[in-house]
């Protein structure tokens, strides 16, 4: 169980070149807790992933992780877990070799790293491919093994990017609540981008709309 790591975005101001994204934007996800950004291409929303996961930096406001800071950790050093849209998995690792990746990070000892992989693998329905190459998966199935290497690597918070684009509806449907309730059950605060408006009322706790670069509450299930 992780301790509690609240995540904090306030006052977050972005731009690229001469064009502004994020425009004061300010959002709060509590430990346990998903919150979905909503909008339209363009509007800013996986920049701000990339902005809390240390991959960009803002021209202003302020980015919290329980006690810390962001702006003074380095990347490496946040514990963010992202999960991009492409998955970005590592041609020469098969499956579980690429899932278990961050797991010497832990410290989880090498004979117990294959097991360890399993059960993420296991999580995302995956658990059988788990000798194969990463080249033999669907675009689907590549997905989840990038979705399992993230959780694997047991972040404070996890940031992802439309981490369901490549699956079918039913499969969507399994494992987005899957997903969820494990990272609830961590105490993880999780922040996910869609362009599914169902998805985010059915999973989120809160709900964000990015208009002209701020974050409009949409729903808020959770506490003030």
């Keep these: 169980?992780?301790?509690?790591?609240?995540?904090?975005?306030?006052?977050?101001?972005?731009?690229?070149?001469?064009?502004?994204?994020?425009?004061?934007?300010?959002?709060?996800?509590?430990?346990?807790?998903?919150?979905?950004?909503?909008?339209?291409s363009g509007s800013g929303?996986?920049?701000?992933?990339?902005?809390?996961?240390?991959?960009?930096?803002?021209?202003?406001?302020?980015?919290?992780?329980?006690?810390?800071?962001?702006a003074e950790l380095p990347t490496h050093r946040r514990r963010v877990g992202m999960l991009f849209q492409e998955p970005a998995l590592?041609?020469?690792?098969n499956v579980w070799h690429n899932v278990a990746f961050g797991l010497p990070y832990r410290g989880v000892a090498r004979s117990e790293r294959r097991r360890e992989a399993?059960?993420?693998?296991?999580?995302?329905?995956?658990?059988?491919?788990?000798?194969?190459?990463?080249?033999?998966l669907s675009g689907g199935q590549r997905q989840r093994v990038a979705l399992a290497r993230t959780l694997a690597a047991r972040p404070r918070a996890v940031l992802l990017d439309e981490p369901f684009s490549a699956l079918d509806r039913a499969l969507r449907d399994e494992l987005g609540p899957r997903v969820k309730d494990l990272l609830s059950a961590q105490g993880v605060?999780?922040?996910?981008?869609?362009h599914d408006e169902p998805e985010a009322f059915a999973l989120g706790d809160r709900v964000w709309r990015l208009v002209d670069g701020r974050c409009e509450t949409a729903v808020d299930a959770g506490p003030a």
């Design 1 to 40: 169980m992780n301790p509690a790591h609240d995540l904090d975005v306030h006052d977050l101001h972005f731009a690229y070149d001469d064009r502004p994204v994020l425009q004061g934007a300010s959002l709060h996800v509590p430990a346990g807790q998903s919150g979905f950004l909503l909008g339209p």
């Design 45 to 70: 929303k996986s920049t701000l992933l990339r902005l809390v996961a240390g991959l960009e930096a803002p021209a202003a406001g302020r980015l919290r992780l329980g006690d810390d800071d962001l």
């Design 90 to 93: 590592f041609p020469h690792l």
């Design 118 to 136: 399993l059960r993420w693998l296991e999580v995302v329905g995956l658990a059988a491919r788990a000798d194969e190459e990463v080249d033999e």
């Design 189 to 194: 605060a999780a922040l996910w981008v869609t």
